[in-house]
């Protein structure tokens, strides 16, 4: 049989990093879907300004994640 690896405890940075990236996901999937209906120039500047912060933030979550070695399934 397999041996099952026992998980450790994340810790409160992985927690928070978790936590943000999902809400970072979930704040581009806004942004897009803004951005979709948006129709008066000036709210589409505003959309395409916040997208592409909301993905530096994401790029910046992903690679912090990365950094402190949060495993690639607790990401989903």
């Known amino acids: ?3 099952k690896q026992k998980q450790e ?8 990093l978790l936590e943000e990236i999902a ?10 879907s803004n951005f ?9 500047d505003c959309y395409i300004y916040q997208l592409n912060s909301e ?3 994401y ?6 994640a990365k950094a402190v070695k ?6 989903c």
């Not at 970072?24 to 897009?32: L, S, V």
């Not at 949060?70 to 990401?75: A, D, F």
């Open 1 to 3: 049989m397999f041996k």
């Open 9 to 16: 405890p994340l810790t409160y940075e992985e927690k928070y």
């Open 23 to 32: 809400l970072t996901k979930n704040a581009i999937e806004t942004a897009y």
């Open 36 to 44: 979709e209906n948006a129709v008066e120039p000036d709210l589409i």
């Open 55 to 57: 993905q530096k933030r």
């Open 59 to 64: 790029k910046y979550l992903l690679e912090r």
């Open 70 to 75: 949060v495993k690639s399934e607790q990401l």
